[in-house]
């Protein structure tokens, strides 16, 4: 897993709430389990105008120029700037993947669903909670200024506009670890990887019959 340490990233806003994992990837593209490979179909029911499939080329197929992550301002933006209960509906860990795929490292929101909120961690995106009225400034600021960016530092729990305005959030200790050094929870368990070689060892000496 990538490993998250400070960002200065370009901001996309999307202004809806309540947005739902089906509408971050749509249920017809969850036929892989790797986790790649998912970008080019996110938001891909509010990003195209026609029907997409599982291996359609995306290039041939008709873009809306209403929907923002089209717009050329927003083009290699990888901070989403949403509002509340951001990732409600099903647990698909697609949903992350599908957003980290397209170039996404952090969404700020208001508030997020649970399960959402806790697979972006497993996959190495950051999720920011900050306050409702926060969130309605950096939309404000986001539209008033081209190649609007903010500063994210996890070392410090903060965001930071261009002007300077630095706002905390929470993290606890564990998740803020695993995202400093890049650890998912397969990178957490070979940390322990002696331990658990001097185990099997041990354990082979000990009862032996468990491996004939």
Known sequence: MQAFTTLQGLV????RANVDTDAIIPKQFLKSIKRSGFGPNLFD?????????????????TVNPDFVLN?????????LLARENFGCGSSREHAPWALDD??????????????FFNNCYKNGL????????????????TAASEGY???????????????????GFDVTAHRKHCLLNGLDEIGLTLNHADKIKAFEAQ???EQPWLFS
Not at 12 to 15: I, S, V, Y
Not at 45 to 61: A, F, I, Q, T, V
Not at 126 to 141: C, H, K
Request: a negative charge; one cysteine or more; glycine letters at 6%.
């Open 12 to 15: 996309c806003p999307l202004d």
């Open 71 to 79: 717009f050329p301002r927003y083009q290699g933006a990888q901070v």
């Open 45 to 61: 029911e509010w990003r195209y105008l026609d029907h997409g499939e599982p291996g359609m080329d995306n290039s041939k197929r």
């Open 203 to 205: 354990r082979r000496v």
């Open 149 to 167: 960016r903010l500063t994210v530092d996890l070392a410090a729990q903060t965001v930071t506009t261009p002007s300077g305005a630095s706002f």
């Open 102 to 115: 397209h170039g996404f490292r952090v969404v700020i929101a208001p508030s997020f669903a649970d399960i």
């Open 126 to 141: 950051l999720p920011i909670v900050l306050p409702a009225e926060v969130v309605d400034q950096l939309f404000q600021e």
